[in-house]
């Protein structure tokens, strides 16, 4: 009886420790990541917005912030700034990034039951890789069907449709599912260790020992 009263208030201290540490992470993280939100959407803006130009094959005319909303503006490097085909795509920052704090607090609440630490920056770098790959999507869907419509390419059906399916895979499934993915990553690898790779022993050692053996029986 002493040992299931001592498991179960361990265990209710666990619970009561886990739920501290995620409403305190919460609220912090919260206040945190309302004021370096725009800087981050901007420095995830603008690489992806580099690399979107350079696959498309356009020139970036500009790129701004106005609060919550990032403006990228295009133009088709072969024609040239003279040639009236800017064409501007407008990224909310909040829409892929209004789960951060939730996911941060589920990382934080996970802190004590990691034993391999380096697990987060796996799990922040799978973050920003999610808020990058919304970005770079939604501007190459945009901008596919813009440049489609006003006949400076020709794509196909099935390049139209690629981007629009990746947008909103992402867009629906992943951003939206954010702070479970980060969570069952974390959940799923919590005890992983570094296993160390045991050298065999040399030969030359093994052979001592057999001839050892041997004239212990002799004798």
Not at 106 to 129: C, D, G, N, T
Not at 132 to 156: D, H, R, S, Y
Request: glycine content about 4%.
């Amino acid at each position: 009886m002493d040992n299931q009263n001592n498991s179960k208030q361990s265990l209710k201290s666990i619970i009561i420790k886990t739920a501290v540490i995620f409403v305190v992470s919460y609220i912090i993280s919260l206040l945190i990541w309302l004021f370096i939100k725009g800087y981050y959407g901007m420095a995830i803006t603008t690489i992806a917005s580099y690399l979107v130009s350079l696959v498309k094959g356009l020139d970036i005319t500009e790129i701004v912030r106005n609060k919550d909303i990032i403006s990228v503006g295009f133009i088709p490097d072969q024609y040239g700034l003279t040639q009236v085909i800017k064409t501007t795509i407008y990224i909310p920052i909040s829409n892929y990034t209004f789960n951060a704090p939730l996911t941060f607090a589920i990382m934080a609440a996970f802190y004590p039951f990691i034993k391999r630490k380096w697990l987060y920056a796996e799990a922040l770098a799978i973050l920003i890789f999610v808020h990058f790959l919304f970005v770079f999507t939604l501007e190459g869907q945009k901008i596919t069907t813009v440049m489609t419509a006003q006949g400076f390419e020709n794509p196909g059906n099935v390049t139209i449709i690629f981007w629009e399916f990746l947008w909103g895979f992402v867009d629906n499934m992943v951003v939206r599912f954010e702070p479970f993915l980060i969570g069952a990553y974390l959940f799923l690898l919590r005890n992983s260790e570094n296993v160390k790779k045991i050298k065999p022993e040399k030969p030359t050692q093994m052979k001592a020992t057999k001839k050892k053996k041997a004239t212990k029986k002799k004798r």
